[in-house]
């Protein structure tokens, strides 16, 4: 017991604790405190110091492999009632068009309470159960905009999965929306700021939907609220066109002049952007997130991502809703860029990177604590994989890994915050299989209602 506080000890676990001095540590010892690591070391020291005292809890990890949990820094929670839902007509032809016809079309649809709750809950577990413990997500409901970011924290923090939240303001639905939509993030902001589970950005949706006035009003908001800005940039080749079209640069250079490149902001996507525009990315410290997946299912084309890390901006990596899994989205940003170019030689160096470093920081200044990193005073969130490394497993070769030989099916135990979610396979948060089953009748009645 230190300070009536439970204290939960992890043993026998083969450790990679990721962070500047990464190490491996086998048959390693964890105590966890509250929502914090408070000592890493060898399972005999730290049993030697903790073991025997009151209030301890030893959990035994038989030698499987524990890592950081997965941050995943672009997500939207809201995108899970589209899973098999078919668009009437003839099949999109554009990014623009899949836009209209799915997601807007979407999005004006999610009017209720429950229709938030469900889909941001089904969205919650697949990211636990997928080794995922903190999301960054970008939220859009323009059938309910006021109070949908509390219905979403609420299946945050029912389901044990860390988060921080925003609503994509737009002019495309009308002022009354935008305004509304401004509004929701400023209450939001207000609200949950300092909260250390579930946290707040100020959201926008791409510049192409929003008016030079929207942004500039956004910006004055978000400078009182010391927030920063979450935003898609130049996914389609749309939104150039748009900012051009406006007698700007790019969309890069509006974005600027308007006052949204806050330092710490999260700009998605850059699939087209050019030089110039990165280096004013990585002057501004605004973090790039790539989303490989989205990117090939969307057909809007390969981000520069060598280019920009290369120019010094924080790349991270999210998933855009297409999948859960940071395992998925880290194995296709390995290949994609070598695919892209020809070239072998990129790609290794650049996931490691988006994947440990630039999503470690991201979270870590969002949060103001260390996250994705194994260490005393660091989140207690935590990922134990069924992996045995038949091969060396090095402070290097993690990634190696974690591409060529884990698997989701392999995610055993998923501590957020200090909770243990995920327990031998099974989420222990909620009942899954009654959320499930209720899930399918919200999104039944919510398809019917759209037919
Ligand atoms: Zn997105």
């Given amino acids: 017991m230190k300070g009536g506080i439970e204290l939960l000890i992890l043993k026998g676990g083969t450790v990679v604790t990721l962070g500047e001095d990464c190490r491996v540590i086998e048959d390693s010892g964890l105590v966890i405190d509250g929502e914090t690591i408070t000592g890493v070391g060898k399972s005999n020291d730290i049993l030697a110091e903790y073991g025997n005292k009151e209030g301890v809890t030893v959990k035994d990890l038989g030698g499987r492999l524990v890592i950081p949990g997965f941050l995943n820094a672009h997500m939207h929670l809201y995108s899970s009632f589209a899973r098999g839902m078919s668009i009437a007509g003839p099949s999109p032809k554009t990014f623009k068009e899949i836009l209209e016809r799915l997601w807007w079309s979407m999005d004006k649809d999610l009017m209720t309470e429950e229709e938030l709750y469900y889909s941001a809950l089904i969205g919650a577990i697949d990211s636990l159960k997928s080794g995922t413990t903190a999301i960054l997500d970008h939220h859009a409901s323009f059938g309910m905009i006021e109070g949908s970011l509390d219905v979403l924290e609420k299946a945050l923090k029912d389901a044990g999965l860390k988060g921080s939240l925003c609503f994509e303001v737009s002019d495309r639905w009308g002022p009354k929306a935008r305004d509304a939509s401004i509004e929701e993030n400023v209450r939001f902001i207000r609200k949950n700021a300092n909260d250390p589970f579930v946290r707040a950005m100020f959201g926008l949706h791409a510049s192409f939907t929003l008016e030079d006035e929207t942004l500039k009003r956004c910006a004055e908001e978000a400078e009182g609220l010391n927030a920063s800005f979450h935003f898609h940039l130049a996914e389609g080749l749309a939104d150039v066109t748009d900012a051009r079209e ?29 030089e110039p525009e990165i280096e004013l990315l990585a002057k501004c410290g605004v973090n790039v997130v790539h989303n490989p997946e989205s990117n090939m299912n969307n057909a809007v084309g390969v981000p520069n991502v060598v280019g920009m890390i290369a120019k010094g901006v924080n790349v991270g990596l999210g998933t855009d809703g ?130």
């Avoid at 002049?257 to 996507?269: C, D």
């Avoid at 999503?359 to 990193?373: D, E, Q, T």
């Avoid at 045995?388 to 884990?406: A, C, K, V």
């Fill in 246 to 274: 406006r007698g700007y640069k790019g969309v890069t250079d509006r974005l600027y002049e308007l006052g949204v490149l806050i330092p710490g902001s999260l700009a998605i996507h850059g699939v087209h952007i050019d």
């Fill in 322 to 451: 297409y999948t859960p899994s940071m395992l998925e989205s880290a194995k296709v940003a390995y290949i994609i860029h070598k695919h892209e170019r020809r070239d072998p030689t990129v790609g290794w160096t650049e996931t490691a990177k988006m994947l440990f470093e630039s999503n470690a920081a991201i979270f870590s200044a969002h949060f103001g604590k260390p996250m994705g990193v194994i260490k005393e005073g660091a989140a207690a969130d935590l990922v134990v994989l069924d992996y045995y490394p038949p091969t060396p497993l090095t402070p290097q070769n993690l990634l190696g890994h974690l591409i060529f030989g884990i698997r989701d099916s392999a995610v055993n135990t998923v501590i957020a915050g200090g909770r243990e979610v995920v327990k031998d396979h099974v989420l222990v948060s909620v009942d899954e299989e009654s959320v499930m089953a209720e899930a399918k009748k919200v999104a039944e009645r919510y398809w019917k209602k759209r037919s």
